[in-house]
C-alpha cells in the first residue's frame, strides 16, 4: 500500500505564494506521473499541473506562467510552488500519482487526502 501526503496549505493574502508538498510513502518501486488537482466548494476537482518522467511539466491555463511543478524522485514527493494568488486560487488542493509497487506489474493509482488553500485579504 502507498499513501500520498500533502502539506504546506494555509492562508495567504491575494499576491503570495505558498509551496504545496506531496510526500509519497510505502512500497515503491518507481512513480510515473504526479499531478496536482484542486476543488473549490461546489466545482469539480480540475487538473492543475502534471510532471511526468521525460516529458515537461504541463499546466492548466488558469495557472501558467504563476505555478510550477516539480519532483524529487529521491524522496518520492512532488512539490507545486504557487506565486502571484488570487482568490480564484482558494481550493482544496489534491495530491495524485500513478505508482509501480514492489512486486506489482502495473501502476496503481493514489490520491492524498488534500490541504486547503485560501486566498484572502
Known amino acids: 500500500q502507498v499513501q500520498l501526503v500533502e502539506s504546506g496549505g494555509g492562508l495567504v493574502q491575494p499576491g503570495g505564494s505558498l509551496r504545496l508538498s506531496c510526500a509519497a510513502s510505502?512500497?515503491?518501486?518507481?512513480?510515473?506521473?504526479m499531478n496536482w488537482y484542486r476543488q473549490a466548494p461546489g466545482k469539480q476537482r480540475d487538473l492543475v499541473a502534471t510532471?511526468?518522467?521525460?516529458?515537461?511539466?504541463r499546466y492548466a491555463d488558469s495557472v501558467k506562467g504563476r505555478f510550477t511543478i516539480s519532483r524529487d524522485d529521491a524522496k518520492h514527493t512532488t512539490y507545486l510552488q504557487m506565486n502571484s494568488l488570487t482568490p480564484e486560487d482558494t481550493a482544496v488542493y489534491y495530491c495524485?500519482?500513478?505508482?509501480?509497487?514492489?512486486?506489482?506489474?502495473?501502476?496503481?493509482?493514489?490520491w492524498g487526502q488534500g490541504t486547503q488553500v485560501t486566498v484572502s485579504s
Open positions: 495524485n500519482a500513478d505508482v509501480f509497487e514492489i512486486g506489482i506489474s502495473y501502476f496503481r493509482n493514489y
Open positions: 510532471i511526468t518522467p521525460g516529458d515537461r511539466p
Open positions: 510505502g512500497s515503491i518501486f518507481s512513480i510515473n506521473g
